[in-house]
């Protein structure tokens, strides 16, 4: 499979592919994923317990193949992997994030030849979601799409700093937009109680001592939610690296009843209380 890829790839080589062999073998170091044991012959089957780097396109369930607007400045494409580790109250993406399963696969074929077909004037891939890191074998998607010789940019909400740290090692983003959702007390209510609020100043600190020393890689978001005052985004400009200016988006309501807004016993989430 990966020899395919290669070859597929192959066409247009990215400077530098050093610390990326490592994908070649397979190895997806973020999940610290390994291949399911080989079935012997006359032994009954053993489920896999971790994560096959080569299903990372299983959770690719939206592609936009044009954006002017996502990476300011640039002219982009951008995958959508499924998945969200938090349960903000005012998500646009709620079906993506929580329940990716409703939403059929992409051709993985078809996304990698328009990327390969238009590398020429694209100027880059945009990695989102959902929250691209907690996917097993993202590392392995963008070692892919990196072989165009196109840039990367990866969306995150920042509560999984060891995947973003091992990307940044690898080289493999040229830039991550961190979203901070708010000052840290209001973390639990912006996230539909999935992070806490030492979690969330724990886990953004030290996304804020990897921009310190790499300010060019990152740049860092909040958007102004219901609820969020003047005061929160004040909290949070004091809270980034003095190398870094927040970028403040605007909130549009979702073109749906809140209901991601209501208590959730299934997917334990309280009621959001930033949505008016
Ligand atoms: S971080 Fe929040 S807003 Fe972003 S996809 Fe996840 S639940 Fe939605």
């Known amino acids: 499979m990966l020899t395919r890829l290669t070859s597929f790839f192959m066409k247009t080589r990215p400077a530098r592919l050093g610390p990326l062999r490592r994908y ?8 610290k994923s390994i291949r399911a044991p080989r079935k012997r012959a006359g032994e009954p089957g053993r489920e896999m317990t971790t994560s096959e780097p080569a299903g990372i396109w299983k959770y690719v369930r939206g592609f936009e193949n044009m954006s002017l607007c996502d990476w300011p400045g640039r002219t982009t494409c951008i995958i ?10 005012t998500c646009h993406n709620h079906q993506l994030a929580w329940d990716m399963h409703s939403l059929p696969e992409l051709d993985p074929t078809a996304i990698k030849a328009y990327i390969r077909d238009r590398a020429a004037w694209l100027d880059g891939v945009t990695i989102t979601g959902g929250e691209p890191s907690i996917a097993p074998g993202v590392g392995e998607l ?6 165009t010789g196109l840039p990367v940019k990866m969306d995150t909400n920042g509560m999984r700093p060891e995947v973003v740290l091992d990307l940044l090692r690898d080289n493999l983003v040229d830039t991550f937009a961190v979203d901070v959702k708010g000052p840290w007390q209001k973390y639990s209510a912006l996230t539909g109680g999935a992070v806490s609020e030492l979690a969330a100043q724990k886990n953004l600190n030290r996304i804020f001592e990897m921009a310190t020393a790499r300010p060019e890689m990152f740049y860092f978001r909040c958007t102004r939610v219901p609820g969020l005052t003047e005061n929160d985004l004040a909290a949070v400009r004091n809270y980034l690296p003095p190398t870094h200016e927040l970028t403040i988006q605007k909130y549009v309501p979702p073109r749906r009843t809140p209901e991601n807004a209501k208590p959730n016993h ?7 209380n930033v949505v008016n």
Do not use: H, M, Q, Y
């Not at 963008?142 to 072989?147: C, Q």
């Open 142 to 147: 963008i070692w892919e799409i990196k072989k």
């Open 24 to 31: 070649r073998a397979g190895r997806d170091p973020f999940t």
């Open 80 to 89: 959508f992997l499924g998945g969200c580790n938090l349960r903000c109250p």
């Open 266 to 272: 299934e997917e334990r989430r309280p009621a959001g």
